[in-house]
């Protein structure tokens, strides 16, 4: 695949067109082949583009669109008024065929509720679930779902996203046999939710999946496992907790010895401590991961994070170009196509 179209709501998040264009404008930059549709109010889009590139804008059109869904909106509701909305129409271009992929920082529910309506489930699959992949401590990667399409999950639903972030593992992370866990309240068989042990049976009973048992929470950047399962509250809870921590850790970084008299050779000192410290965990800055895939569709749909900056939106933007040329829904619907008949 060389041309690749994407279509992107930019008036959805905390900030809209203010992130979403310059981060288009960064990834057209940065990509020859890549083509964007943005979607959104072309009087708001439109003078965000006057002083780019002319080769880069030639490679990017605007769609408009007459509303925006509120991110506060109730997703029942959102979705019934959805006719018009940016996103709506950002997730059309996708089911026409007009674009491989579509992201989005707006309304999670509404998210995925448009995304299910318009583009419908891989067979096999209740409900799609939110992937990201998070780097680890051994400088590998961890993939993890579900992050908060699916506040419940039953033990049927968890066994699916299990198949699907050890495909997400094994063909696009090239982890080969792929470890895969669910996430508990401990190591021990007996604790846990009905859900989580239900499906911890029936995972240890594949033969199709390298299930390795249960991990905690403080086990979630240490790389003990290439796949991590949940359901929805908990993933989207776990996530933002260690955002926010290693949010707070880079900022403490930079900040260090501010405002502080020190000697110039404990200055230095410091510093060098500084970009030491910075080189050994910044791969772990949320920004650089943002943007998590919502897997279990037939096309290829990607969340952002609501405030999002343009690095971030950029990131996000990437995350989607990299699934359509990796060809995640079709490996995936192969994959549950061979293990659900023997593990359901």
Not at 144 to 162: C, H
Request: net charge positive; with cysteine.
């Amino acid at each position: 695949m060389t041309r690749l179209t994407l279509a992107i709501d930019a008036m959805g998040g905390d900030f809209g067109p203010r992130v979403t264009v310059p981060a288009a404008m960064q990834a057209l930059a940065s990509h020859s082949q890549l083509h964007l549709l943005l979607v959104g109010d072309p009087d708001k889009i439109t003078p965000l583009l006057a002083k780019a590139d002319s080769a880069v804008t030639g490679r990017l059109q605007v769609i408009p669109a007459e509303s925006v869904i509120a991110s506060d909106a109730k997703p029942s509701q959102a979705v019934r008024n959805s006719r018009g909305s940016s996103m709506r129409i950002a997730l059309e271009l996708v089911k026409e065929g007009h674009a491989q992929a579509c992201i989005s920082a707006g309304n999670t529910g509404a998210l995925m509720g448009l995304a299910k309506l318009l583009l419908k489930p891989l067979d096999g699959i209740e409900r799609p679930a939110l992937m990201t992949v998070l780097p680890h401590q051994q400088k590998g990667k961890t993939v993890v779902l579900d992050l908060g399409a699916n506040v419940e999950a039953d033990s049927a639903m968890l066994v699916q996203f299990a198949i699907m972030g050890a495909v997400m593992a094994e063909d696009v992370l090239a982890i080969a046999n792929p470890r895969v866990a669910l996430l508990n309240i401990g190591q021990e068989e007996t604790k846990g939710l009905d859900s989580i042990r239900d499906a911890a049976a029936i995972l240890k009973a594949s033969t199709e999946i390298n299930y390795i048992g249960y991990v905690e929470g403080n086990d979630l950047l240490t790389g003990k496992t290439d796949v991590l399962v949940c359901d929805g509250f908990t993933g989207n809870v776990t996530l933002k907790t260690m955002e926010g921590v290693v949010r707070m850790f880079l900022s403490l970084l930079k900040s260090q010895g501010e405002g502080k008299k020190r000697a110039w050779w404990l200055k230095l000192l410091g510093r060098w401590i500084q970009k030491r410290l910075a080189r050994r965990f910044g791969h772990l800055n949320p920004d650089q991961y943002n943007g998590a895939c919502l897997l279990g569709l037939r096309g290829t749909v990607i969340k952002s994070h609501g405030a999002a900056n343009q690095r971030a939106f950029a990131a996000a933007i990437e995350q989607a170009e990299q699934a359509v040329r990796r060809q995640v829904p079709e490996r995936i619907a192969a994959r549950l196509e061979a293990v659900l008949p023997k593990s359901d």
